[in-house]
């Protein structure tokens, strides 16, 4: 099962893609503001997907919006989850020790109004928020059922699914407060999508994650080379909170990323970045200026 989210007709529809990934089936929501996200609560209730609502509809047709535009909470991340990436931070700031296999993972979390769309602009923040903008390519996992102390030997009875995801990051916010939340969670960085691939249609544990900055390949990885594997990053997470029914869990990205060259290479001004993850598909996101000061 593939669940995705997207605009069209001046609203917002979830639904399924079909299984030549070319055709979406809107279903009957009241409200399809948050995506799949009630779909997924549904589920783990053990309620059926609502009806289909209308035809099938081309996804050229539609603006695919990220598949939980508003996650019910920030989303958890793993820090330097796989041993290359680890490895290339090793002469940065970032040089503490490699973590071991017996050692606890890095976990921070991003807030959930970072997420924007499969192909929608992230925005810089300007110089004076940071100069240090990097990219990561990610697969996050989906959570279905909720549960807490969930042990790695179940961990995957309690995963819906998993999406693309890039983790931006600022580097030099990340640095200087210590705690990773302020320098993750600038606004739109979080692009997710393109859909929502469930657990029965993909096992994640194995699968290639890729991301290209303006074409040039940057990073190119297996998801079992995580450190900590998607089961243990489930059994950290729940350890006395319980996760709920579309919680996200960034898994952490492969090698190659911006802070890792000699010299850094930070993104700026029109550099598209595109992730894409074999067996769900790709994002890909151009970076623009920042637009005046926001009002909230
Ligand atoms: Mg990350």
Known sequence: MRLACWSW???HH????SPCGRELTPLALADASRGALPLIQALSRGEGLPPAVGPRIPVEAVTLRAPLPRPLRSLFCAGRNYREHAAELADTVFREQLPERDAWPIVFTKLPETVVGPYD???LPGRQASEQIDYESELAVIIGRGGRDIPRSRALEHVFGWTVVNDVSARD???????????KSFDSFCPMGPWIVGIDALDARDTRVRGWV???LRQDGRTKDMIFDIA?????????ITL??????ATGTPSGVGMGFKPPRWLKEGDVVRVE?????AIENRFTASPAAAEG
């Open 9 to 11: 007709g001046g609203r």
């Open 14 to 17: 979830a639904g399924v893609v």
């Open 121 to 123: 602009d992230v925005r």
């Open 173 to 183: 916010v990340q640095v200087r407060h210590q705690q990773w939340e302020l320098g």
């Open 214 to 216: 303006n074409g040039e």
């Open 232 to 240: 243990t990053l489930i059994e950290t997470c729940s350890r006395g």
């Open 244 to 249: 709920l029914p579309g919680d996200v869990i």
């Open 277 to 281: 993850i074999d067996g769900i598909g």
